[in-house]
């Protein structure tokens, strides 16, 4: 009798070691090279709040940065992070968005940053048959922003790249990005930028590229920058050197219009 209850209270203690395996064993070191496109943060739970308060009064430059955890991620401790800014810079100051805003105020100290984080309402959504811009987004539009960085994509389900979705989508991807541009900026006036993602995903990108070459927008090539090992840090996200890399290859687009 003893020895059953041993051996039961060993696989309760087994399966419990099991889970908090599953939630902290891929997020505690830097990934292996031969998986440097395993994105192991789950979308659920990303944001506690985006920063969205700005001043309608001001008239200097407005720049909206779209993205996922490596734009903004809130703190998650069951993950191991338990930071709020962008996944896995080591401080505020390093993750590309606070980079960009520092290059941004030393030019136009009057300019307004937003952040809209949108893994659970545009990558794990658009394609939903009751998905809208109008019914998520509303706030950035009234923003009206004059740059916007779209830099998303690693959370969108790969049975989409795959063609294997159940139910089928109810619009693709590029479809959905494409009204996603229109409704934050319906007069067509902003400096859009369409970059590809941090992960490799072929199927995303050529719908953002074929976007941004129907609407005259920027489409920014991160080959380089994703390809490399030393990129990558914590959580597969970019480390402080992707995260340079990544703000200065945006501001090499942006950096013209700020300045006017």
Not at 155 to 168: E, H, Q
Not at 203 to 218: P, Q, Y
């Amino acid at each position: 009798m003893k020895r059953n209850i041993q051996k039961r209270r060993f696989r309760v203690l087994a399966a419990a070691m099991a889970v908090i395996l599953q939630f902290t064993g891929a997020n505690c070191a830097v990934a292996k090279s031969d998986d440097l496109q395993a994105n192991p943060v789950p979308a659920i739970g990303q944001n506690a709040k985006e920063q969205k308060a700005f001043d309608p009064a001001k008239k200097g430059p407005r720049v909206l940065f779209v993205g996922n955890s490596i734009t903004l991620h809130g703190p998650r401790p069951q993950i191991g992070w338990t930071n709020n800014w962008g996944m896995a810079a080591s401080a505020r100051d390093k993750d590309y968005v606070h980079l960009l805003q520092k290059k941004i105020a030393a030019v136009r100290p009057d300019a307004q940053c937003c952040l809209l984080q949108v893994a659970n309402t545009f990558e794990r959504a658009f394609f939903k048959k009751d998905w809208s811009c109008e019914s998520n987004f509303k706030w950035a539009r009234e923003f009206k922003p004059d740059v916007i960085v779209f830099f998303f994509g690693a959370n969108v389900p790969k049975t989409y790249d795959a063609g294997t979705m159940t139910p089928a989508p109810a619009r693709t991807f590029g479809e959905a990005l494409d009204a996603f541009r229109t409704c934050l900026d319906p007069e067509g006036r902003a400096l859009v930028l369409f970059s590809q993602g941090f992960y490799i995903r072929p199927k995303l990108d050529a719908e953002k590229e074929t976007v941004a070459k129907r609407r005259g927008d920027v489409f920014v090539n991160m080959e380089d920058i994703r390809a490399r090992k030393d990129t990558h840090g914590r959580f597969n996200h970019p480390g402080d050197l992707g995260m340079n890399l990544i703000a200065e290859r945006f501001w090499q687009h942006i950096e013209q219009r700020i300045r006017k």
